[in-house]
């Protein structure tokens, strides 16, 4: 299983990023998909999930300014808007089968938002 994450970077306040996560080895659409994140120091939060069939769920801090979305090509994004230097973490894809107890992360992405 490999959740490869890509598209972070530095980016100004109010700026934005999308992050894209590809997945292989899983039948993708059985697994609930998400994006978490850690900030330095702190522990790793969930920043978005969407199961498959586009139900999502957001952290409150990122709500209305962060999309989830996903595809068929086994893609997921993270379309993050007007961020914030509060939104600087490594940011982890994560592919999560909870009856059977499988979870799966990416090696992370960096986002640094600067002020």
């Known amino acids: 299983v490999q959740l490869q994450a890509s598209g972070g970077g530095l980016v100004q306040v109010g700026g934005s990023l999308r992050l894209s996560c590809e997945a292989s080895?899983?039948?993708?659409?059985?697994?609930?998909m998400g994006w978490y994140r850690q900030a330095p120091g702190r522990q790793r939060e969930l920043v978005a999930q969407?199961?498959?069939?586009?139900?999502t769920n957001y952290a409150d801090s990122v709500k209305g300014r962060f999309t989830i979305s996903r595809d068929n090509a086994k893609m997921v994004y993270l379309q993050m808007n007007s961020l914030e230097p509060e939104d600087t973490a490594v940011y982890y894809c994560?592919?999560?089968?909870?009856?059977?107890?499988?979870?799966?992360w990416g090696q992370g992405t960096l986002v640094t938002v600067s002020s």
């Open positions: 969407i199961s498959s069939s586009g139900n």
């Open positions: 080895g899983i039948t993708f659409s059985f697994y609930l």
């Open positions: 994560n592919a999560q089968r909870i009856a059977i107890r499988r979870y799966y």
